[in-house]
């Protein structure tokens, strides 16, 4: 059965740092890449961060440029959003999904439920 499974949301002060953490299961997690996307109340989802499915190559939306990281160990099947120096404007609801980027996954893509960041003093 696959899987994707955000964690490591909750309360962070401005300023602040939380990881986020998403395991994969069900599906060989290094014949995807990995991204992070976010939807705050009232606005549209929006690409975080996105990572290659061996971790060469990252991207990152502008406003989070500095502060997160993304990062990917396929050995345990899991994904990451380090998220430093967190800003109000930060808090939303923050998915991770897979999309498979090696034969035989072309177009596959896995979402997770999402979880919540909230950002204030």
């Known amino acids: 059965q696959v899987q994707v499974v955000e964690s490591g949301g909750g309360l962070a002060h401005p300023g602040g740092s939380l990881r986020l953490s998403c395991a994969a299961s069900?599906?060989?997690?290094?014949?995807?890449?990995m991204s992070w996307y976010r939807q705050a109340p009232g606005k549209e989802r929006e690409l975080v961060a996105s990572i290659g499915r061996f971790g060469e190559k990252t991207t990152y939306l502008e406003s989070v440029k500095g502060r997160f990281t993304i990062s990917k160990e396929n050995a345990k099947k899991s994904g990451y959003l380090q998220m430093n120096n967190m800003k109000p404007e930060d808090t939303a609801v923050y998915y991770c999904k897979a999309t498979g980027s090696a034969f035989p996954t072309f177009g596959k893509e896995y979402w997770g439920n999402g979880t919540l960041v909230t950002v204030s003093a």
């Open positions: 069900g599906f060989t997690l290094s014949l995807y890449d």
